[in-house]
Every structure is written in C-alpha cells, then in structure tokens.
T-cell receptor, first 114, second 112 residues
C-alpha cells in the first residue's frame, strides 16, 4: 500500500523554539491533511491543504502543499508545552476496493525538553 | 458531548478469547472506520463502512469482523485473540470516504 514517510521521526526541542517537519510520498496527492495526536487520545485535524503550493496557517502552525504534490511541510512557531504529541500527515488514495481511503504518515513525535 | 465515542477504553484479555469494541458517532457522518495503531504508532486502516455498507476491507485476518447496525454505529468483534492483536484501535467517522476524520479516543487492547 501507499506509504507516507515523515521526517524527522522524533524531535526534542526547548520551549520557544520553532519546529519544522515534512512528509513525502512516491505518488501524487491532491489533498494533504495534518493531524496531531495527544498522548492517550485520537488524532485531531489541524490543517487541510488542497492545491499545490498552497500555504495555510492555523495559529502558530503553518502548512504547505509541495509544488510537486508529493510532499507537504508543517511548521510550528514558538513551541509551547501543549505542542507535545505525534504529528501525522495524511492523504487520500485509491483502496483495493476502488474507493478513496485516507492513509497516514509514519508520524513525527515532538517532545519539549524543560 | 463526545462526537465519536468508543468503549471500552482499556481491554485486557487472555489469548483465545473473543471480544468486542463498540463505536458510536453523533456527527451525522455517513462513513465510519476502524484503524489499528501499533507500538510504533503507525496508523493502519482496517475497515470502512459507508451507510452501513462495507467499502474498505484491508488485509485483516478474518478473525476480525466489523458490524454496522446503522450508520451511527460500527462495532468490531475479534475472535480467538492473539498476542499480536495487542494495539490501540481507533474508530473514526467522516462525511465522505477519505474526508476529514473525527477520531474516537481509542481502545487499548492488551492480549496476555
């Protein structure tokens, strides 16, 4: 099946630092979604991107839809303790039933060092 | 009022047992899903139902059987549990297949 690779796998940063992570695919995607999973909870949608080159912000978060349509980037500015969690990219592709399904990236785990 | 609720939150059981996980959504969505998250945190889709009809069935052992009595509910029954079934199982829903998903808070299944 389709795999979305996220980099880095994990990050250890200090509060106040900016964060950058990316997601790459071997196939073209028409939509990119970014989710965040808090410990012990399910993923929650942060940002959705629909067009190549699109740049969208949600508070301190900014995501970009790569020009090649095979990658996407997420930046977090001035990190705070509640940013801790796992960030997943996701995108729809054809399932073996012929329907579209959402596939998730391998995740980037963000830890803030006190 | 929780949008996607699944029960139980924790489930510890012995190998060979049969168990069920229930899921309900009050968002009026037409599509519901089961995802499995392993110890490395990879999220993999297992099943998807659209208006009570199965539309996605990934390569999941047939010991796993989903059941959707109506479009607001999607339950997961697992027969003859194995150690490798230990994981966190997430229920989710969306208005359209592959649309924005709302997730439940997960069921942590531990098979001993």
């Amino acid at each position: 099946g389709q795999q979305l690779n996220q980099s880095p796998q994990s990050m250890f940063i200090q509060e106040g630092e900016d964060v950058s992570m990316n997601c790459t695919s071997s196939s073209i995607f028409n939509t990119w979604l970014w989710y965040k999973q808090d410990p012990g909870e399910g993923p929650v949608l942060l940002i959705a991107l629909y067009k190549a080159g699109e740049l969208t912000s949600n508070g301190r978060l900014t995501a970009q839809f790569g020009i090649t349509r095979k990658d996407s980037f997420l930046n977090i500015s001035a990190s705070i303790p509640s940013d801790v969690g796992i960030y997943f990219c996701a995108g729809p592709y054809q399932s073996n039933f012929g329907n579209e399904k959402l596939t998730f990236g391998t995740g980037t785990r963000l830890t803030i060092i006190p | 009022d929780t949008a996607v609720s699944q029960t139980p939150k924790y489930l510890v059981t012995q190998m060979g047992n049969d168990k069920s996980i229930k899921c309900e959504q009050n968002l009026g969505h037409d599509t519901m899903y089961w995802y499995k998250q392993d110890s490395k945190k990879f999220l993999k889709i297992m099943f998807s139902y659209n208006n009570k009809e199965l539309i996605i069935n990934e390569t999941v052992p047939n010991r796993f059987s989903p059941k959707s009595p109506d479009k607001a509910h999607l339950n997961l029954h697992i027969n003859s549990l194995e150690l490798g079934d230990s994981a966190v199982y997430f229920c989710a829903s969306s208005q359209d297949p592959a649309g924005f998903m709302a997730f439940g808070s997960g069921t942590r299944l531990t098979v001993v």
